[in-house]
């Protein structure tokens, strides 16, 4: 079962936990499940803002996966 790992304690920087909580928010994307996803990608997202920077390329795809998923549950205002 996903949840068991859902949250990322962002107080180390760990990129394979990173990974793989972003393959399961994918899983949880592919199951329709988009409002589980939009919780682990927050997490991803705030741990590589706070560990790689804004400008970093795997920034800069977890934050498109969390808006992918936030267009899934019509949340577009906070895609941005």
Known sequence: MLRSNLIFPAKEFNP???????AQ?????S???NAEAVEVLR???????KFQGER????????SGLARSLRAVNRFEECF
């Open 16 to 22: 394979d936990a990173l990974s793989r909580l972003e």
């Open 56 to 63: 970093h390329f795997q920034t800069i795809n977890a934050r």
């Open 25 to 29: 928010a994918r899983e949880l994307h």
């Open 43 to 49: 997490n991803v997202l705030a741990a590589r803002l």
């Open 31 to 33: 199951a329709k499940r």
